[in-house]
């Protein structure tokens, strides 16, 4: 198994993370949301984006002891989101989200950030530094128990 498959597992468990959330049919509005959001953010913003996702999963008891977050910094990180959140949202593409909930409802803006959440997400897992911890995996599964699922014989 190469380390490519591993790129997209981890990449499918960022999407379950949440940012699937437009997972029910989108209309045009949100998909032009969507495309606002997507394409008038910075590679800062979607740092923003992906920092505060991280902070706000490093909370979950069964990992917090992994990630040293105080409260000052995670003040400071919910602060970035929400300014880059009202930012987006009364500024950079108001006319789409406007729109997108005049005629699709609240759930257009789930699907536009979802959406977002899973560009900025495999901007993340792009990084040669992550690809290459990704690949660590490749260490300690065993490809014979992997293949032998795929096998025609059970």
């Known amino acids: 198994m190469k380390p490519m498959i591993y790129k997209k597992v981890a990449a499918s468990v960022v999407v379950m993370l949440g940012f699937a959330a437009h997972t029910a049919v989108a209309g045009p509005y949100s998909d032009d949301l969507a495309r606002c959001l997507v394409g008038k953010t910075t590679n800062d913003?979607?740092?923003?984006?992906?920092?505060?996702?991280f902070s706000?999963?490093?909370?979950?008891?069964?990992?917090?002891?992994?990630?040293?977050?105080?409260?000052?910094?995670?003040k400071q990180i919910d602060s970035n989101m929400a300014a880059l959140v009202e930012h987006l949202m009364t500024?950079?593409?108001?006319?789409?989200?406007?729109?997108?909930?005049?005629?699709?409802?609240?759930?257009?803006?789930e699907h536009g950030f979802?959406?977002?959440?899973?560009?900025?997400?495999?901007?993340l897992f792009a990084s040669p530094e992550v690809a290459k911890g990704l690949a660590n995996l490749d260490k300690y599964v065993?490809?014979?128990?992997?293949?032998?699922v795929f096998s025609t014989g059970d």
Do not use: F
């Open 45 to 53: 913003d979607k740092t923003t984006l992906m920092t505060w996702i």
């Open 91 to 109: 500024e950079t593409c108001r006319s789409e989200a406007r729109t997108a909930v005049q005629y699709e409802g609240s759930s257009a803006i």
């Open 56 to 74: 706000a999963i490093s909370l979950n008891p069964a990992i917090s002891q992994m990630a040293a977050i105080s409260p000052a910094q995670r």
């Open 114 to 123: 979802g959406v977002l959440g899973e560009v900025a997400g495999r901007e």
């Open 142 to 148: 065993d490809p014979e128990k992997i293949k032998a």
